[in-house]
Antibody
Framework: QVHLQESGPGLVRPSETLSLTCTVSGGSISGSTRFYWGWVRQPPGKGLEWVASVYYSGTSYNNPALRSRVVVSADTSKNQFSLNLASVTAADTAVYFC???????????????WGQGTLVTVSS | LLTQPPSVSGAPGQRVTISCTGASSNIGAGFHVHWYQQLPGAAPKVVIYENSKRPAGVPDRFAGSKSGTSASLAIAGLQPDDEAHYYCQSYDRGLSGWAFGGGTQLTVL
């Protein structure tokens, strides 16, 4: 059973870059060719929002609403993947979940494993 | 993109339905709908995938359906442990990506 764990600062200042890492255990991200590794966020008291996803090879997909600010990457040597969200504002305050989802092309991916989530607050 | 009622409620043992209304660019285009349950303070967990399939371990009290531009999640024989937020998810052509519904809070009275 794969386990995902988010890590990173809980507080980020406005206009700076939010950086999070997800460490995967119980399975190799490069060995799982059927899966993408992604980020979903949830502002306090609100719903879920897809942020971005990355394949072990580096191929990535970003939510168009965030595309210009988001960079996701995978480090197979550390079995980790990361999220960088630039120029943050208070609207980026949310619980950020890392999660695994199925490889699909123009279809609805299924998220089957999730981290516990980490709250990131954007504030000066 | 995907509209859900903010809240639904039912007494223990009753049946409730949660709707997910989409459009011709997502559900109506034939893209699959998945449903997730999120208990307070926890990560989401899939309860229905590909419109109507149940993962192993999810009771058959949970059922999904899809028709036209909408999908529904029905929960029969309500139990207190069913109290949670439920989210639908579907791919959208216009987004060139996927979206979640706004979520529905289920209260077991």
């Amino acid at each position: 059973q794969v386990h995902l764990q988010e890590s990173g600062p809980g507080l980020v200042r406005p206009s700076e870059t939010l950086s999070l890492t997800c460490t995967v255990s119980g399975g190799s991200i490069s060995g799982s060719t059927r899966f993408y590794w992604g980020w979903v966020r949830q502002p306090p008291g609100k719903g879920l929002e897809w942020v971005a996803s990355v394949y072990y090879s580096g191929t990535s997909y970003n939510n168009p609403a965030l595309r210009s600010r988001v960079v996701v990457s995978a480090d197979t040597s550390k079995n980790q993947f990361s999220l960088n969200l630039a120029s943050v504002t208070a609207a980026d305050t949310a619980v950020y979940f890392c999660a695994r989802h199925s490889v699909v092309v123009s279809a609805t991916p299924l998220y089957d494993s999730w981290g516990q989530g980490t709250l990131v607050t954007v504030s000066s | 993109l995907l509209t859900q009622p903010p809240s639904v409620s039912g007494a223990p043992g009753q049946r409730v339905t949660i709707s997910c209304t989409g459009a011709s660019s997502n559900i109506g285009a034939g893209f699959h709908v998945h449903w997730y349950q999120q208990l307070p303070g926890a990560a989401p967990k899939v309860v229905i995938y590909e419109n109507s399939k149940r993962p192993a371990g999810v009771p058959d009290r949970f059922a999904g359906s899809k028709s036209g531009t909408s999908a529904s999640l029905a929960i029969a024989g309500l139990q207190p442990d069913d109290e949670a937020h439920y989210y639908c998810q579907s791919y959208d052509r216009g987004l060139s990506g996927w979206a979640f519904g706004g979520g529905t809070q289920l209260t077991v009275l």
